[in-house]
């Protein structure tokens, strides 16, 4: 019964690859987020969707592309990696502005 | 440009202590607070959220209170336990749902 699903939970990769990340959730929400947490814990929004339709969209390097297929589902992908993207991604859901509920993340190493 | 501060940034205490977890936050123009806890290597748990119209919220051992005009809120948390220790985020949101998140504090309960 988990509410916000991510995939894969950890993910090793060389530079220069493109990989995604995907993002699930059950609660019938209807705004979606990514955030990434560096490796100082901090954690930084970077996209969110409401409807399928692009909200947030923060300084982030456009080799980072959100695709929103649905409603449930927002997904991250990544061209050309570098090392600095190591970080722990995590989605988010909400509904109409309250309580944002969060994934379990996603261990991205860039080697 | 909105910044959220926790203080301290870690804290322990013995078993069974009344302790006070500090956010500051630089622009009183938000529409709510959330409190998270998040335990290594996880994701994060919604506690409490605070509206911008409210004071206080409470859940369990739990309370929150939000001094907008002063930039405050504080996360009391009664008797505590070791299953308390984690690390406490405060996030506020600033509009569109976009939460700017505070570096946390690493609690510690010790039996």
């Known amino acids: 019964d988990t509410a916000v699903s991510q995939t894969p939970k950890y993910l090793v990769t060389q530079m220069g690859n493109d990989k995604s990340i995907k993002c699930e959730q059950n609660?019938?929400?209807?705004?979606m987020y990514w955030y990434k947490q560096d490796s100082k814990k901090f954690l930084k929004i970077m996209f969110s969707?409401?409807?399928?339709?692009?909200?947030i969209n923060e300084t982030v390097p456009n080799r980072f592309s959100p695709k929103s297929p649905d409603k449930a589902h927002l997904n991250l992908h990544i061209n050309s990696l570098e090392l600095g993207d190591s970080a722990v991604y995590f989605c988010a859901s909400s509904f109409q502005g309250y309580e944002q509920y969060f994934g379990p993340g996603t261990r991205l190493t860039v080697t | 440009k909105q910044e959220v501060t926790q203080i301290p940034a870690a804290l322990s205490v013995p078993e069974g202590e009344n302790l006070v977890l500090n956010c500051s936050f630089t622009?009183?123009?938000?529409?709510?607070l959330q409190w998270f806890r998040q335990d290594p290597g996880k994701g994060l748990t919604s506690l409490l959220l605070?509206?911008?119209?409210?004071r206080e919220q409470t859940s369990g051992r739990l309370n929150a209170s939000l001094d907008k005009s002063s930039g405050r809120s504080t996360l009391y948390i009664a008797a505590s336990q070791p299953g308390d220790s984690a690390t406490y985020l405060c996030a506020v949101d600033q509009g569109a749902q976009k939460l700017v998140f505070g570096q946390g504090t690493r609690l510690t309960i010790n039996p």
């Open positions: 605070i509206q911008s119209s409210q």
């Open positions: 609660l019938g929400h209807d705004t």
């Open positions: 622009d009183s123009a938000i529409y709510n």
């Open positions: 969707y409401n409807n399928k339709e692009l909200i």
